[in-house]
């Protein structure tokens, strides 16, 4: 079993940048691929961004690419996705999951998932 917590949501003007975090616990963190997801209101779920368990494999969605930055701290059993110059589309809870040495965008393919951390883009 995995526990994910994610963290750093928050209301951010149009433009700027924000950090999540996404803190795993009670699972041998670098044996899983990780993957950021978002949902906004109304919206089906969608992936962002995707690192595989060593860290080497990265892949992201064509809307992000060039703005988002994902990437994994295995000491610190924590993965974090950097999002610069957001925009309002960028709105929508955000979530991390994990699945042991998947490589896929599916949401159907991840075990493990956190909450969800807000992220508000004012304009």
């Known amino acids: 079993q995995v526990n994910l917590v994610e963290s750093g949501g928050r209301v951010v003007q149009a433009g700027g940048s924000l950090r999540l975090s996404c803190a795993a616990s009670?699972?041998?963190?670098?044996?899983?691929?990780m993957c950021w997801f978002r949902q906004a209101p109304g919206k089906e779920r969608e992936f962002v961004a995707y690192i595989g368990w060593m860290g080497g494999i990265r892949d992201y969605a064509a809307s992000v690419k060039g703005r988002f930055t994902i990437s994994r701290d295995n000491a610190k059993n924590t993965d974090y996705l950097q999002m610069n110059s957001l925009n309002p589309e960028a709105a929508a809870f955000y979530y991390c999951?994990?699945?042991?040495?998947?490589?896929?965008?599916?949401?159907?393919?991840?075990?493990?998932w956190g909450q969800g951390t807000q992220v508000t883009v004012s304009s």
């Open positions: 999951a994990a699945g042991l040495r998947v490589q896929s965008r599916r949401t159907g393919e991840y075990d493990y």
């Open positions: 009670g699972g041998a963190f670098m044996r899983y691929s």
